[in-house]
């Protein structure tokens, strides 16, 4: 069985390149699953995809653990860990980064033991969520690097699924696309299926328990003003952000402005204090904290700190 990643940021086509790589297998006789996975509910946030696709029934669900490609749209995405680009990676995974960057550049950054491709990254643009016709460039080239697509069964499966987008830029999808299938041909087929999952060597995840609310709370039904705070969406966290006092320099006006969820409560002194029963783990603040004072924390690890410290 094949099984491909496509990771990307909301807005980049991750989902329409997993939609057309399905097709595209399909229209080889494959069977096939296809699915996209978001995590916050931004553009820009990072999100992936994936595709499994198999001569024979597809039992297996969820998450591919263990892919044999990987694509990246985003290389800024490698290095955020709640992205899990390089989750499940081995000597065997071929992974595919859009970037301006060398192959030797990245397997060295990365210290990888499989192979790592590059698919020339276009001019730089202001908004990452934009990079034009990233996804579908994405799709040419797993399509080739499978080495069982048809450039016939490609197009066929970019004409059906963007049809609705209109003749102009079907034909503008295309050309990109298959300028990036002509691109990988002299990797066509450095893609090997991976063998069958064994539910003895699974590892079962490191789920952070989320109790439900009462149904006053989470009952989609508003009975009254002012309620949201009641909302805990702490419980949607993956990732903690984590205060070290001792470098934080007090610029509360900064970390404070910049919390979408006004989550960062200041003190007259001011000292910020993140709220964690509404703070959602978008990690703007570590990012935008000029000092570097803020960590991210692995939920489920700040979760057992937590639970040790008296
Ligand atoms: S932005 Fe960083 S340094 Fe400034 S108050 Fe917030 S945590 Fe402290
Ligand atoms: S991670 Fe930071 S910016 Fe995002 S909601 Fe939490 S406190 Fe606010």
Not at 158 to 174: D, F, M, P, W
Not at 246 to 258: K, M
Not at 263 to 285: F, M, Q, T, W
Request: charged share 20%.
């Amino acid at each position: 069985m094949f099984r491909i990643r496509f990771h990307g940021r909301g807005g980049q086509g991750m989902k329409t390149a997993s939609r057309v790589l399905g097709s595209a297998f399909f229209l080889e006789d494959y069977e096939i699953q296809d699915a996209p996975r978001y995590g916050a509910e931004r553009r820009g946030a990072p999100i992936f995809a994936y595709v499994r696709a198999s001569k024979h029934p597809i039992n297996e669900r969820g998450i591919i653990r263990q892919p044999d490609l990987v694509v990246v749209a985003d290389d800024s995405l490698v290095p955020v860990p709640a992205a899990g680009v390089l989750q499940g990676l081995d000597e065997h995974t071929l992974l595919l980064i859009n970037s301006h960057e060398t192959a030797e550049v990245w397997t060295g950054r990365l210290n990888l033991s499989g192979k790592v491709l590059i698919l020339p990254a276009g001019e730089e643009v202001e908004d990452r969520a934009a990079l034009p016709f990233v996804g579908i460039a994405c799709a040419g080239a797993a399509a080739r690097l499978v080495g069982v697509i048809s450039r016939a069964a490609l197009e066929e499966a970019i004409r059906t699924e963007l049809a609705a987008l209109g003749a102009e830029l079907v034909e503008k999808n295309l050309q990109v696309a298959l300028q990036a299938y002509d691109l990988m041909q002299a990797h066509a087929a450095g893609v090997s299926e991976g063998g069958d999952a064994s539910a003895a060597a699974y590892e079962p995840p490191q789920w952070v328990s989320t109790p439900f609310e009462g149904v006053d709370i989470a009952a989609p039904t508003v009975h009254g003003g002012a309620t949201s705070v009641q909302v805990k969406t702490g419980l949607w966290r993956t990732m903690r952000p984590i205060i070290d006092y001792q470098r934080c320099n007090r610029c509360w006006w900064v970390c404070s402005t910049f919390c979408p969820d006004g989550a960062i409560n200041v003190s007259e002194e001011g000292r910020p204090d993140i709220d964690y029963d509404h703070c959602k783990g978008c990690l703007i603040c570590v990012s935008k904290c000029p000092p570097h004072a803020i960590e991210a924390v692995p939920e489920h690890l700040a979760q057992a700190e937590q639970e040790q410290s008296p």
